[in-house]
Each structure stands twice: as C-alpha cells, then as structure tokens.
C-alpha cells in the first residue's frame, strides 16, 4: 500500500497525470483542500491539468503513516512557484512558497478510493502575497 502512495507522488513530482490516474479507482473521491469535493478520475484529472497551470510544485520529506490496514497520511512540504493567477487569489507573478501539508489516503484493492489534502491556506497567501 504505502508504495502505491510513493508511486503518486512520484507521478506529481513528474508532473504525470495519467500516471497519477493510474493510482486511482474510476470511482476516486478528491477532496481538496479548499473546493467542492470532486469525483471520478475525468475530475481529478481536470484537477490537475488546473494545478500544474497555475503552480509549478515539488513536495519533499515525504513521511508515510499507515493508519490501518487501507489507510494512509502523508506528511511532506510542498516548494513551489505560482506561475498563472488563479481566480480569487493574489496575482501570480512567480513568487515562491514553502508550506507544510497533509494528505489522506484511503486504498481499495490495490487503488487509492479517497484522497484529501490539507494545508494553511492563509500561510501560502501571506507568502505569495
């Protein structure tokens, strides 16, 4: 299981997306850290092609805690720059940020069902603003 989780970041280092969807159930819950939750591989996907547009980040110190049997949280910081304006947020003009953050992972045969992510939204607008 926690090697599934260290191929999905792998795959968001990469900025692979399909590899990442390779990671999901067809059925995948996202729950993002601000956002309606989204499901099904098409909306994580367009999730995504979104994020990588507007961000260019880099998550490092990757810790894994098994919570259960098909439960997992990572713990890691994300380093990254903001490239392109994102509606409702500072202008984006390359600034730089360094944030801690959470994610939370639920595994059904062999595929992440559920995935949540958590971090300070009001440190990363301090940063970038």
């Known amino acids: 299981m926690t090697d599934l989780i260290h191929s999905y970041f792998r795959a ?3 900025k692979d ?3 990442m969807i390779g990671c999901l159930s067809p059925s995948v819950i996202h729950h993002p850290n601000g956002g309606g939750v989204r499901h ?3 909306a994580f996907r367009d999730f995504c092609v979104q994020l990588f547009q507007c961000y260019d980040e880099h998550l490092v110190d990757i810790v894994l805690f098994v919570a ?3 439960a997992v949280t990572a713990q890691y910081k994300v380093k990254g720059s903001y490239l392109q304006t994102e509606d409702g947020f500072p202008d984006a ?3 730089t ?3 801690p953050c959470r994610s939370f ?3 059904q045969e ?6 949540g992510t958590v971090y300070d939204l009001d440190d990363w607008i301090a940063q970038v603003s």
């Not at 062999?110 to 995935?115: A, E, F, K, R």
Request: glycine share 12%; hydrophobic share 50%; proline share 0%.
């Open 40 to 42: 099904g591989q098409a």
């Open 105 to 107: 992972f639920m595994v």
């Open 93 to 95: 003009k390359g600034q």
């Open 97 to 99: 940020y360094t944030i």
């Open 68 to 70: 259960k049997a098909n």
């Open 12 to 14: 968001f280092n990469a």
């Open 110 to 115: 062999g595929l992440i069902t559920q995935v």
């Open 17 to 19: 997306i399909e590899a």
